[in-house]
T-cell receptor
Framework: DGGITQSPKYLFRKEGQNVTLSCEQN?????MYWYRQDPGQGLRLIYY???????QKGDIAEGYSVSREKKESFPLTVTSAQKNPTAFYLC????????????FGPGTRLLVL | QKEVEQDPGPLSVPEGAIVSLNCTYS??????FMWYRQYSRKGPELLMY????GNKEDGRFTAQVDKSSKYISLFIRDSQPSDSATYLC????????FGKGTRLHILP
């Protein structure tokens, strides 16, 4: 089955710790995205990548980092610089970074211990 | 004025009723319009995708776009308890903008 997978489903971060969220897609999509969802605030774009080995900051990139070494993978690292990381993180992909619509993974909920 | 506005709800309707969900927007350059359904603690699922103005029907769902009024709607006929979710509108020109979502409760 084609789709987007995210792991883990739940992730706990200790103070000062970096954590990495996994996103994998087998849809052969060129573009991938990371969003953060907080109650009442909708979806906010963190980073996006339109092609392998290239990515751009979204609206709230501070405290996050990404890599795009393979077309199917776009991991997100939440660094210790992100002071309010508790949120629901969603990965999405699209055929290209232009007008095509986005398809979402199941999400990862990050909680701070 | 926000780029996309969507009433957060919650909207509660009895089972079998017709549901109307709406979004307004300010950017006349938007050409692509989408509706996503998101169940609690799950990722959004694409429901409807419409280009420019007009109506599009898929089963019990109808998406309507009125570009002259900058207004889009999603109608759900014969609503079911399984339709209870948050519905996000989204619009796109060179980038996609999401509404904050409307929480819908279908009462059995």
């Amino acid at each position: 089955d084609g789709g987007i997978t995210q792991s883990p489903k739940y992730l706990f971060r200790k103070e000062g710790q970096n954590v990495t969220l996994s996103c994998e897609q087998n849809l052969n999509h060129d573009a991938m995205y990371w969003y953060r969802q907080d109650p009442g605030q909708g979806l906010r774009l963190i980073y996006y990548s339109q092609i392998v080995n290239d990515f751009q900051k979204g609206d709230i990139a501070e405290g996050y980092s990404v890599s795009r070494e393979k077309k199917e993978s776009f991991p997100l690292t939440v660094t210790s610089a992100q002071k309010n990381p508790t949120a629901f993180y969603l990965c999405a992909s699209s055929v290209a970074g232009g007008r095509e619509t986005q398809y979402f993974g199941p999400g990862t909920r990050l909680l701070v211990l | 004025q926000k780029e996309v506005e969507q009433d957060p709800g919650p909207l509660s309707v009895p089972e079998g009723a017709i549901v109307s969900l709406n979004c307004t927007y300010s950017n006349s350059a938007f050409q692509y319009f989408m509706w996503y359904r998101q169940y609690s603690r799950k990722g959004p699922e694409l429901l409807m995708y419409t280009y420019s103005s007009g109506n599009k029907e898929d089963g019990r769902f109808t998406a309507q776009v009125d570009k002259s009024s900058k207004y889009i709607s999603l109608f759900i006929r014969d609503s079911q308890p399984s339709d209870s979710a948050t519905y996000l509108c989204a619009m796109k020109d060179d980038k996609i903008i999401f509404g904050k979502g409307t929480r819908l409760h279908i009462l059995p």
